[in-house]
């Protein structure tokens, strides 16, 4: 059954996806808020989907900015002004922030914030695509050419917050403490990490709590001996892309050089020569964490990584059949995983389905690395996933049955595998 979001062509279609373009705006209007915040702060941005999730997440964030660009790039400007007022002026930017509803008191643990009530936005960080997303945005519309330098100070002291706060050890790498911090909170890619304390987990509420009283300072969290924390490769994916948009929106090498230093930090500890993939690193021994998830293709999305490891990524991994390779989408987690599950499951998510911004991120590597043919049969994939079910929070990768969440607002990003 169609949801009320999905797609049906109109009698006026004039080109094949004009229905798919009329259903993702439909669903960016639907979903656009925008107000003041008791506070005096204003605030417009896209709310990912009602009645679920109705704060605003740093990632989800960038990713409406991106797909806003082809239908009014001026509230994508807005969105991404709004995720950095979200933040504060030392550079750190929140995870979630509630704008206009405040989680409940029993959401409130999960959402990480300070106290449980009266805060404005979670403790926790998102992956850090702001100036991955500013310089896109910037380019997509040159009625205010003054956008794409408006903020560079803000965002250089969030890139920062993030190299002082986060880079512990200073390996060039920075740390998440909470599985939610990726944006990939239920990956099976944390099970051995956090265990008992993983999301949706009991323990999970003592994490936060723990880490809550050492002020969620990863300097502290390190300190203090704790070993749950991870250098999370797609974090770091995000935070290199972030740091070579940095070099080019303010023209400074200094940024390149920094984002060359994650890199090769990436390549360096991060790469399994068994098996061609990138794992995250847990704890104070940095133990690498061998779950295949799309997490240890992410670095594919780094032209600076060695072409030979990146053909290596996309020819026995996202390709392969008994592996990523499926009809609908990039999986979440490998097939051949044990911990591989694509149905839906209302506790638990990145555990196996595809999600629409994973594809879109690695259909642009595939196209660069000239894998065009394999990278179009993804995206119309993905087309007539959407065309079947709407835009949901996630796909199954066999059947493309849309699941989860409905009007989700992040599947937007379908608009570029149109073309
Ligand atoms: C879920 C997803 C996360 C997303 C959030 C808001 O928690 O796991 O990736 O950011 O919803 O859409």
């Known amino acids: 059954m169609h949801d009320a979001t999905s797609a049906r062509p109109s009698p006026t279609t004039t080109s094949p996806n004009d229905d798919i373009h009329a259903l993702v705006e439909r669903v960016l209007r639907t979903n656009w808020r925008e107000g003041v915040h008791r506070d005096g702060t204003p605030y417009a941005y ?16 960038c990713f409406h900015a991106i797909a806003w660009c082809r239908y009014d790039v001026a509230r994508a400007r807005e969105e991404l002004r709004t995720v950095l007022r979200g933040g504060r002026s030392d550079g750190f930017i929140p995870h979630t922030v509630f704008w206009h509803n405040h989680p409940r008191w029993r959401r409130a643990p999960f ?52 190299e002082r706060e986060r880079d512990v050890d200073g390996d060039g ?50 300190a203090a001996g704790h070993d749950m924390h991870v250098e999370d490769v797609w974090v770091n994916v995000a935070y290199a892309l972030s740091l070579r948009a940095m070099a080019r929106l303010a023209d400074d090498e200094a940024y390149a050089r920094r984002a060359a230093r994650v890199e090769s930090a990436l390549l360096e500890r991060s790469l399994d020569p068994a098996t061609g993939l990138f794992f995250d690193l847990a704890g104070r021994d940095e133990r690498p964490v061998r779950v295949s998830t799309w997490s240890a293709l992410s670095p594919l999305m780094l032209s600076a990584i060695p072409e030979e490891v990146r053909r290596r990524l996309v020819e026995e991994h996202v390709l392969n059949p008994a592996r990523y390779g ?18 839906f ?75």
């Open 46 to 61: 896209t709310c990912p989907a009602t009645p679920r999730y109705r704060h605003q997440w740093h990632w989800d964030s």
């Open 326 to 343: 499926a009809a609908f989408g990039i999986p979440s987690v490998a097939m051949d995983e044990p911990s591989f599950k694509p149905g």
């Open 345 to 419: 499951d209302v506790w638990r998510t990145w555990r196996g389905p595809s999600w629409m911004n994973v594809t879109w991120l690695l259909l642009g590597p595939l196209r660069e690395l000239g894998y065009a043919d394999a990278a179009s049969r993804i995206a119309g994939g993905m087309v007539d996933a959407v065309r079947r079910g709407g835009l949901r929070e996630y796909y199954h990768p066999g059947s493309g049955e849309g699941l989860a969440a409905r009007g989700f607002a992040m599947s937007a990003l379908v608009a570029d595998m149109t073309d």
């Open 111 to 162: 959402y990480a914030t300070q106290r449980v009530r009266g805060n404005r936005h979670t403790t926790t960080i998102g992956p850090p695509l702001l100036p991955f997303a500013w310089e896109r945005v910037a380019a997509a519309g040159d009625d205010e050419p003054g956008f794409a330098t408006e903020a560079l100070h803000a965002l250089e002291a969030h890139l920062d917050w993030l």
């Open 173 to 222: 790498l920075i740390t998440v403490l909470l599985p939610d911090e990726s944006g990939i909170d239920d990956s099976p890619k944390y099970d051995p990490v956090y265990g008992p304390y993983a999301h949706y987990k009991p323990g999970y509420f003592r994490i936060v709590s723990r880490y809550g009283r050492l002020g969620w300072s990863a300097h502290e969290v390190a």
